[in-house]
C-alpha cells in the first residue's frame, strides 16, 4: 500500500479529533474538528412516507471542494505528508472534483429490495437538477462506510444503511445550485445544495 493510499484507511480509524487526559481532578477536552464541521455542512436529509409508513430515510453528502479541501488538511497532518505529497494528493482530489459533481448517499429503506439505486431495474430514479437542466448518473456504485475518508465524521449511523458514490459529469452538471431527485411511484425527495449557503458549491 503506497503512503497516499493509506492515507483514507488510517483515517477512518480516527473517532476523536484531540483530548487532553490526565490523574485526579483532570479536565477532558474534546477539539472540534473542522472536517467534522464541513461534513455535517454538506449533508442534506429527508424522509419519504407513504400512508403513515416511512419508505424512505436518506443523507446525502455533496463532496465540494470545501470538503475535499478540509479532507486533505486533515489527512496532512494526521500523516504528516511531505509538501510533494500535499500537492499529489490535492491535484488528484482538484481533477475529479473537475470532472464529476459527486455524491455519496445514504439510503434506509424498510425492504433491501428497495433500496438498489445500482440495479438498472431499481424502482428509484436519481437525477440532478442543475443550471443546465437535468443530468442523469455517469455512475452509481455501492460502496461501504468504511471506505469513506472521512467515515468517522459522519453526522448520522451509517448502520442499516446502504450507501452509493453518484458521479454526474462535471460539464452537464455544473457548478451553480444543485438539486439531487430521487423518485420512484411511492413519491420524490429533492436535496438542494447551494441556494442557502456563503459559497456555492464547487
Not at 16 to 31: D, E, H, I, M, R
Not at 108 to 121: A, F, V
Amino acid at each position: 500500500m503506497t503512503r497516499l493510499r493509506g492515507v483514507a484507511f488510517f483515517l477512518t480509524a480516527i473517532v476523536l479529533s484531540g483530548c487532553a487526559t490526565g490523574g485526579a481532578g483532570s479536565k477532558y477536552y474534546l477539539f472540534s474538528d473542522p472536517l467534522d464541521k464541513e461534513v455535517a455542512a454538506w449533508n442534506r436529509s429527508a424522509k419519504l412516507y407513504h400512508e403513515f409508513d416511512t419508505r424512505l430515510i436518506i443523507d446525502a453528502i455533496y463532496n465540494s471542494k470545501q470538503l475535499r479541501d478540509a479532507w486533505i488538511k486533515k489527512a496532512s497532518r494526521v500523516s504528516m505528508l511531505s509538501t510533494d505529497e500535499i500537492k499529489r494528493l490535492t491535484d488528484q482530489q482538484n481533477k475529479e472534483s473537475e470532472r464529476y459533481a459527486q455524491f455519496f448517499v445514504a439510503l434506509y429503506t424498510p425492504g433491501e429490495e428497495r433500496s438498489n439505486l445500482d440495479d438498472p431495474e431499481s424502482k428509484w430514479s436519481v437525477f440532478l437538477q442543475s443550471d443546465t437542466g437535468p443530468v442523469r448518473p455517469e455512475s452509481i456504485t455501492k460502496i461501504d462506510s468504511e471506505s469513506l475518508a472521512w467515515s468517522s465524521s459522519l453526522p448520522f449511523d451509517p448502520n442499516f444503511r446502504t450507501i452509493y458514490r453518484i458521479n454526474f459529469l462535471r460539464d452537464k452538471s455544473g457548478f451553480g445550485v444543485m438539486r439531487l431527485y430521487i423518485s420512484s411511484l411511492l413519491g420524490e425527495v429533492r436535496l438542494t445544495w447551494g441556494a442557502d449557503q456563503a459559497n456555492p458549491p464547487k
